[in-house]
C-alpha cells in the first residue's frame, strides 16, 4: 500500500499561481504512475495531469494545457502540480493519485488510479 499527502492549496486570485505537493510513502514511489484529479461541489472528480514511472512522458486534460505542469522527484518521493495562470473554474478539491505498481498499462489510462490522497483545497477568486 501506499500513502499519499497534499499540500500546497490555498485561496488565489484569478492569474495567480500555486504549487501543489503530494508526498508518497509505504510503497514503491518510483513504480507508479503519478496523477492528480480535481473535484469541484456538483462535479464529478476529473482528470487533471499524469506523468509516468520515470517522469518522462507527461499527459494533461485539455482545460489545463499550457497552465499546469506536472512534475515528480523519485528521490523525495514526491509529485508536484505547477498552476499558473489560474482562473476561477479551477476552483476544487485536488487530489493526488498513484497507479499499482503492477500495472503495466498506460500512465495515463485513468481507470487505473486507484490510489488516493485526502485532497487539498485550491479556491480561485475574479
Known amino acids: 500500500q501506499v500513502q499519499l499527502v497534499e499540500s500546497g492549496g490555498g485561496l488565489v486570485q484569478a492569474g495567480g499561481s500555486l504549487r501543489l505537493s503530494c508526498a508518497a510513502s509505504?510503497?514503491?514511489?518510483?513504480?507508479?504512475?503519478m496523477g492528480w484529479f480535481r473535484q469541484a461541489p456538483g462535479k464529478e472528480r476529473e482528470f487533471v495531469a499524469a506523468?509516468?514511472?520515470?517522469?518522462?512522458?507527461?499527459r494533461y486534460a485539455d482545460s489545463v494545457k499550457g497552465r499546469f505542469t506536472i512534475s515528480r522527484d523519485n528521490a523525495k518521493n514526491s509529485v508536484y502540480l505547477q498552476m499558473n495562470s489560474l482562473k476561477p473554474e479551477d476552483t476544487a478539491v485536488y487530489y493526488c493519485?498513484?497507479?499499482?505498481?503492477?500495472?503495466?498499462?498506460?500512465?495515463?489510462?485513468?481507470?487505473?488510479?486507484?490510489?488516493w490522497g485526502q485532497g487539498t483545497q485550491v479556491t480561485v477568486s475574479s
Open positions: 493519485s498513484a497507479q499499482s505498481p503492477y500495472y503495466s498499462g498506460s500512465y495515463y489510462y485513468t481507470g487505473e488510479y486507484r490510489y
Open positions: 509505504g510503497g514503491t514511489f518510483s513504480s507508479r504512475a
Open positions: 506523468i509516468s514511472r520515470g517522469g518522462v512522458s507527461t
